[in-house]
Structure formats: structure tokens, C-alpha cells
């Protein structure tokens, strides 16, 4: 299921920054995309929830380091 994240390696930097958040990530029993609810050990109902999820993060996030 991680292979996902290491496949996407190719921004290093921004890259490990949205790793971290998305690690902090607890599973509420709900999809922390659009709140459908899912499984206790899940955080996202589907895969795309979770790019899209970590996309926004990473827009998010941003800042002149
Ligand atoms: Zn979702």
C-alpha cells in the first residue's frame, strides 16, 4: 500500500514534507477528503481522496524555506 508514495519520489524535497503530514494523519473512521465514512484503520475511502488530499497539502504547505 506505500508503494504509491515511493513512486512518487521525483520532487524530493516537497516530496517528504507532504510524506510527513500525510504520516500524521490519524484514521478518524471517516475519509479525510470528503468525510465518507470508511473503515477505523483507513484514513481514505479511495486512493484519489488520498492524492488529492496530499495535493492540497502540498499546495498548502508551501513556504520559502
Ligand atoms: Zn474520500
Excluded: H, I
Amino acid at each position: 500500500m506505500s508503494e504509491a508514495n515511493e513512486s512518487k519520489t521525483a520532487s524530493s524535497a516537497s516530496g517528504l514534507s507532504a510524506l510527513t503530514a500525510f504520516a500524521g494523519l490519524k484514521p478518524k473512521g471517516a475519509c479525510w477528503y470528503c468525510n465518507q465514512p470508511v473503515d477505523n484503520v483507513r484514513r481514505f475511502c479511495s486512493k484519489d481522496c488520498a492524492d488529492d488530499y496530499r495535493t492540497e497539502e502540498e499546495s498548502f504547505s508551501t513556504r520559502p524555506v
